[in-house]
T-cell receptor, first 113, second 110 residues
Framework: KAGVTQTPRYLIKTRGQQVTLSCSPI?????VSWYQQTPGQGLQFLFE???????NKGNFPGRFSGRQFSNSRSEMNVSTLELGDSALYLC????????????FGPGTRLLVL | AQSVTQPDIHITVSEGASLELRCNYS??????LFWYVQSPGQGLQLLLK??????LVQGIKGFEAEFKRSQSSFNLRKPSVHWSDAAEYFC????????FGAGTRLTVKP
């Protein structure tokens, strides 16, 4: 089975712009979660989507949003970028069977200048 | 609220020596517990997980972890470390909204 894929892998933006990141889960996985990883804050949960509905949300401002499509692919969007949004954004997918655990993609590294 | 503490930011061990990485959690109910490993510039790879049952869990790459409810701990162990084990290790609690510890960076001396 192919793993979780994320595109693009690297991205450079300037302050004030917006960005959209994409995640394709493992085939058959219907849950997609997003995480932000920074040296200062570590790994932080952004949100989780299941069957096109946001099921859980972390403590991030409304500039961070996401969606999930009927094929379980997910996108996250960050509007009005700030320097502090520079991070590695990780996507993870899982099945409904919690015994399976979450499987992570390689991440998208975003640099905001 | 669920949370995870990894007390050791950086650990150095010699190749062939044993390893134990500490993890303490705070969780309201029976926790879902995980250990992940991250190599530089890479995503996270699942090493092992605990949901219920046998408190000693075997994972990939020769790692194991023991769940101790009385100590709220889920420490990761490996009997003999290889140079390729050098990486950052993360303990996590929860499930689709996981909370991660700050990570422990493992350096392996030749």
């Amino acid at each position: 089975k192919a793993g979780v894929t994320q595109t693009p892998r690297y991205l450079i933006k300037t302050r004030g712009q917006q960005v959209t990141l994409s995640c394709s889960p493992i085939s058959g996985h219907r849950s997609v979660s997003w995480y932000q990883q920074t040296p200062g804050q570590g790994l932080q949960f952004l949100f989780e989507y299941f069957s096109e509905t946001q099921r859980n949300k972390g403590n991030f401002p409304g500039r961070f949003s996401g969606r999930q499509f009927s094929n379980s692919r997910s996108e996250m969007n960050v509007s009005t970028l700030e320097l502090g949004d520079s991070a590695l954004y990780l996507c993870a997918s899982s099945t409904q069977d919690r015994d399976e655990g979450q499987y992570f993609g390689p991440g998208t590294r975003l640099l905001v200048l | 609220a669920q949370s995870v503490t990894q007390p050791d930011i950086h650990i150095t061990v010699s190749e062939g020596a044993s390893l134990e990485l500490r993890c303490n959690y705070s969780y309201g109910a029976t926790p879902y517990l995980f250990w992940y490993v991250q190599s530089p510039g890479q995503g996270l790879q699942l090493l092992l997980k605990y949901f219920s049952g046998d408190t000693l869990v075997q994972g990939i790459k020769g790692f194991e972890a023991e769940f101790k409810r009385s100590q709220s701990s889920f420490n990761l162990r490996k009997p003999s470390v290889h140079w390729s084990d050098a990486a950052e290790y993360f303990c996590a609690v929860g499930f689709n909204d996981m909370r991660f510890g700050a990570g422990t960076r493992l350096t392996v001396k030749p």
